[in-house]
């Protein structure tokens, strides 16, 4: 039995869970987020979570500590930078899991992770911040091709209008004057 515990071993020795959590943890740290199975997904959450709160104090120690856990100094050195100054005001919960269905192969479950304030379609950091919300009263289709046939219509009575201006019977300049002004 299991009793108390907490830690999925995901069907790995000790050692090479460690060494998968080490390198799921840089590669979510280096790209911003990674498609996994659910279970890795879970895991890595409970792994990488403790590191990204060590990074928001930058010291020597602490550095080494997220090293140990790490292995790769490329994803030490974006912890400590970008990522620890975007996630600088958040008390935690810096992951987000979206499942993503069953896996063709094997029916896994599969999943993205993603560091949260890196996902700007969530965090409404992108283009729309400075934008106000209009309420929409009908479809935009609907009224392109009301506006496309007024202006057809308006088009045709232009093209009449100027075939009404010349007349062949009239020349000379009772013609110029007889011309109704447009």
């Given at each position: 039995?299991?009793?108390?515990v907490?830690?999925?071993?995901?069907?790995?020795?000790?050692?090479?869970?460690?060494?998968?959590?080490?390198?799921?943890a840089?590669?979510?740290?280096?790209h911003?987020?990674?498609?996994?199975?659910?279970?890795?997904?879970?895991?890595?959450r409970?792994?990488?979570?403790?590191?990204i709160?060590?990074?928001?104090?930058n010291?020597?120690?602490?550095?080494?500590?997220?090293?140990?856990?790490l292995?790769?100094?490329?994803?030490v050195?974006?912890l400590?930078?970008?990522?620890?100054?975007?996630?600088?005001?958040?008390?935690?919960?810096?992951?987000?899991?979206?499942?993503l269905?069953?896996?063709?192969?094997?029916?896994?479950?599969?999943?993205?992770?993603?560091?949260?304030?890196?996902?700007?379609?969530y965090?409404?950091?992108?283009?729309?911040?400075?934008?106000?919300?209009?309420?929409?009263?009908?479809?935009?289709?609907?009224?392109?091709?009301?506006?496309?046939?007024?202006?057809?219509?308006?088009?045709?009575?232009?093209?009449?209008?100027?075939?009404?201006?010349?007349?062949?019977?009239?020349?000379?300049?009772?013609?110029?004057?007889?011309k109704?002004?447009?």
């Amino acid at each position: 039995m299991r009793h108390g515990v907490k830690l999925n071993h995901l069907g790995r020795t000790s050692s090479h869970r460690k060494a998968l959590l080490s390198k799921l943890a840089g590669d979510l740290i280096l790209h911003k987020r990674i498609i996994t199975t659910l279970a890795k997904a879970k895991a890595l959450r409970v792994y990488v979570e403790p590191l990204i709160t060590k990074s928001k104090e930058n010291t020597t120690h602490q550095r080494r500590v997220v090293f140990s856990y790490l292995g790769d100094k490329d994803a030490v050195k974006e912890l400590f930078g970008p990522v620890s100054e975007k996630i600088a005001a958040r008390p935690g919960g810096y992951t987000r899991i979206i499942k993503l269905g069953t896996r063709l192969g094997d029916a896994a479950e599969m999943a993205m992770i993603e560091l949260v304030d890196f996902n700007e379609i969530y965090t409404n950091q992108g283009s729309g911040v400075g934008k106000k919300r209009r309420t929409r009263r009908g479809s935009g289709v609907k009224k392109k091709a009301d506006e496309s046939a007024s202006a057809e219509a308006k088009g045709a009575a232009a093209d009449e209008v100027e075939v009404e201006d010349v007349k062949p019977e009239e020349s000379g300049e009772n013609a110029k004057e007889d011309k109704p002004e447009a």
